[in-house]
């Protein structure tokens, strides 16, 4: 288990503190900051968070399309090589994550996301479950899939193609409708 060293305490038990009221899942906080998390100021800031439903971890919400489950997918991991360009799984620090968080819930504030799903994107970034891929055949931006998936474009223009699918389907069920009343 390797725990990130801050140079003061003070300054590591503020991060802990400010990832615990973000709902960041125990498992991570510990893994994050070791004995630090079971002081009793993190352990309550973690109990009174203000995010109280959390996203857990896993792999499914990355293929999903019929909701914004793999868009939020390929914006997190874009975010992620804008903020840090070259950043390793392994050296995402606890600081890093909070930052990461902040900046896409600023950025996105209409995309389900929580903390949790950050970190563990990054995590499976790591473990090989998730596959980040250098370009989409639509828009040649970076995205990411399950290990297991085959896709040749990112979530974001697949997304968009239902999207455009689904509104041609809609206009061409309307224009049927009318033309069967007349």
Same mark, same amino acid.
């Given at each position: 288990?390797?725990?990130?060293?801050?140079?003061?305490?003070?300054?590591?038990?503020?991060?802990?503190?400010?990832?615990?009221?973000?709902?960041?899942?125990?498992?991570?906080?510990?893994?994050?900051?070791?004995?630090?998390?079971?002081?009793?100021?993190?352990?309550?800031?973690?109990?009174?968070?203000?995010?109280?439903?959390?996203?857990?971890?896993?792999?499914?919400?990355?293929?999903?399309?019929?909701?914004?489950?793999?868009?939020?997918?390929?914006?997190?991991?874009?975010?992620?090589?804008?903020?840090?360009?070259?950043?390793?799984?392994?050296?995402?620090?606890?600081?890093?994550?909070?930052?990461?968080?902040?900046?896409?819930?600023?950025?996105?504030?209409?995309?389900?996301?929580?903390?949790?799903?950050?970190?563990?994107?990054? *995590?499976?970034?790591?473990?090989? +479950?998730?596959?980040?891929?250098?370009?989409?055949?639509?828009?040649? +931006?970076?995205?990411?899939?399950?290990?297991? *998936?085959?896709?040749?474009?990112?979530?974001?223009?697949?997304?968009?193609?239902?999207?455009?699918?689904?509104?041609? +389907?809609?206009?061409?069920?309307?224009?049927?409708?009318?033309?069967?009343?007349?």
């Amino acid at each position: 288990m390797m725990v990130y060293r801050i140079t003061r305490k003070d300054d590591l038990l503020k991060v802990a503190l400010k990832l615990a009221d973000a709902g960041l899942q125990w498992v991570a906080m510990e893994h994050y900051f070791g004995s630090l998390a079971k002081d009793e100021a993190v352990k309550t800031a973690w109990k009174n968070r203000s995010v109280k439903k959390n996203l857990r971890e896993g792999v499914w919400w990355l293929s999903s399309i019929d909701h914004d489950g793999a868009v939020a997918a390929d914006r997190a991991y874009r975010l992620l090589l804008e903020l840090w360009p070259g950043l390793k799984a392994e050296h995402l620090s606890p600081t890093h994550l909070y930052i990461y968080y902040k900046m896409f819930m600023q950025t996105y504030p209409n995309t389900k996301m929580d903390i949790n799903r950050l970190y563990y994107l990054v *995590q499976n970034l790591k473990d090989r +479950k998730v596959i980040a891929h250098q370009s989409c055949s639509s828009c040649e +931006k970076p995205y990411v899939t399950r290990a297991e *998936q085959c896709r040749r474009n990112c979530g974001i223009c697949e997304y968009r193609e239902k999207l455009i699918t689904d509104n041609k +389907k809609k206009r061409k069920a309307k224009r049927v409708s009318s033309e069967e009343v007349a």
